[in-house]
């Protein structure tokens, strides 16, 4: 049973930084696409960040470009997202997802097969 659980969210304010955390259980861990998503209320969900399964590919959305550092861990079957210069419109609940995937990794939320519970990410100005 594939388990992807995230840690780290909280309160924050402008300009803080957070770090999340997302294990993964059940699966080849260093085998898999990882990617972040986020979903603000009213708003679907969207990408965030993706990196391949070697770590040789990280891709994020424009509006985390310089901000945001997505890397993993294989050994411990872990990846983060560093958050920095944090903003109130980055307040949402962020996901962790994951898919094997060759190649590119995708960027849009249904090709990933597996996804974690969410933790809520809050930023007050």
């Known amino acids: 049973q594939v388990q992807l659980v995230e840690s780290g969210g909280g309160l924050v304010q402008a300009g803080g930084s957070l770090r999340l955390s997302c294990a993964a259980s059940?699966?080849?861990?260093?085998?898999?696409?990882m990617g972040w998503f986020r979903q603000a209320p009213g708003k679907e969900r969207g990408f965030v960040a993706t990196i391949s399964w070697n770590a040789g590919g990280t891709y994020y959305a424009d509006s985390m470009k310089g901000r945001f550092t997505i890397s993993r861990d294989n050994a411990k079957d872990t990846v983060y997202l560093q958050m920095n210069n944090l903003k109130p419109e980055d307040t949402a609940v962020y996901y962790c997802?994951?898919?094997?995937?060759?190649?590119?990794?995708?960027?849009?939320?249904?090709?990933?097969?597996?996804w974690g519970q969410g933790t809520q990410v809050t930023v007050s100005s």
């Open positions: 997802a994951a898919v094997l995937w060759y190649g590119t990794p995708p960027f849009v939320a249904p090709d990933y097969k597996y």
């Open positions: 059940g699966l080849t861990f260093s085998r898999y696409v």
